[in-house]
């Protein structure tokens, strides 16, 4: 591993923690860009909105997964860890959400963020996701140090670091990040908030 591997790794281990209460609410931070839907089908979005910056990420079956892909469907992306408790007690609401509303265009994507750098190995992580009955995407890295490059960039993004895990955030179909949470959440919370984008 390089030195700016390392540098990278160092600062995205520093910058979160797993939490167990959430220190934000909502993303509230005013962008520059347009604030107008560009789609009939929902609502106009927020004055805080940010345009989602495009990541690559690839899943336990090897498949490479950009963030672009999902243009035209509502994300949830979710920043996660097997290690952390209060990420586990909302995957059971992630899985019901994932199997109401898949068919109405929501897409559950989970990036996996390793403890300690030591990253889940495929075999472990489908263990993992079988006995949690995971059925949206879960995304790790590519080459062992992606994931933590995506949560750098989207903290930089809405204006505040992500400091810990689970963080949320609701994207719509045009790519804009909406809404975001720190710590778990219930599926009635989530589901308020991507109902009108559904």
Same mark, same amino acid.
């Given at each position: 591993?390089?030195?700016?591997?390392? +540098?990278?790794?160092?600062?995205?281990?520093?910058?979160?923690?797993?939490?167990?209460? @959430?220190?934000?609410?909502?993303?509230?931070?005013?962008? #520059?860009?347009?604030?107008?839907?560009?789609?009939?089908?929902?609502?106009?979005? /927020?004055?805080?909105?940010?345009?989602?910056?495009? +990541?690559? !990420?690839?899943?336990? #079956?090897?498949?490479?997964?950009?963030?672009?892909?999902? !243009?035209?469907?509502?994300?949830?992306?979710? +920043?996660?860890? %097997?290690?952390?408790?209060?990420?586990?007690?909302?995957? /059971?609401?992630?899985?019901?959400?994932? %199997?109401?509303?898949?068919?109405?265009?929501?897409?559950?994507?989970?990036?996996?963020?390793?403890?300690? $750098?030591?990253?889940?190995?495929?075999?472990?992580?489908?263990?993992?996701?079988?006995?949690?009955?995971?059925?949206?995407?879960?995304?790790?890295?590519?080459?062992?140090?992606?994931?933590?490059?995506?949560?750098?960039?989207?903290?930089?993004?809405? $204006?505040?670091?992500?400091? &810990?895990? /689970? %963080?949320?955030?609701?994207?719509?179909?045009? &790519?804009?990040?909406?809404?975001?949470?720190? $710590?778990?959440? /219930?599926?009635?919370? +989530?589901?308020?908030? !991507?109902? @009108?984008? !559904?």
């Amino acid at each position: 591993m390089d030195i700016v591997k390392i +540098f990278i790794f160092v600062g995205a281990i520093s910058n979160f923690s797993c939490q167990k209460s @959430p220190t934000i609410n909502e993303i509230n931070q005013q962008s #520059d860009i347009s604030t107008k839907s560009d789609s009939n089908k929902q609502p106009q979005r /927020p004055d805080y909105a940010i345009k989602a910056p495009d +990541f690559k !990420l690839r899943t336990v #079956d090897g498949k490479l997964v950009n963030l672009s892909d999902y !243009l035209g469907k509502v994300v949830l992306l979710n +920043f996660w860890g %097997t290690w952390c408790g209060p990420c586990l007690q909302e995957i /059971p609401d992630l899985n019901n959400l994932y %199997t109401k509303y898949n068919k109405r265009g929501l897409e559950i994507l989970g990036v996996t963020i390793p403890r300690s $750098g030591i990253p889940d190995s495929d075999k472990e992580l489908i263990k993992f996701m079988k006995r949690w009955k995971m059925d949206y995407t879960i995304l790790k890295d590519i080459n062992g140090y992606e994931t933590q490059l995506v949560m750098i960039e989207y903290g930089r993004s809405i $204006g505040r670091p992500i400091t &810990g895990v /689970p %963080t949320t955030l609701i994207i719509d179909r045009d &790519g804009y990040i909406v809404r975001g949470y720190v $710590g778990p959440r /219930p599926e009635d919370v +989530f589901y308020k908030d !991507l109902k @009108p984008y !559904l």
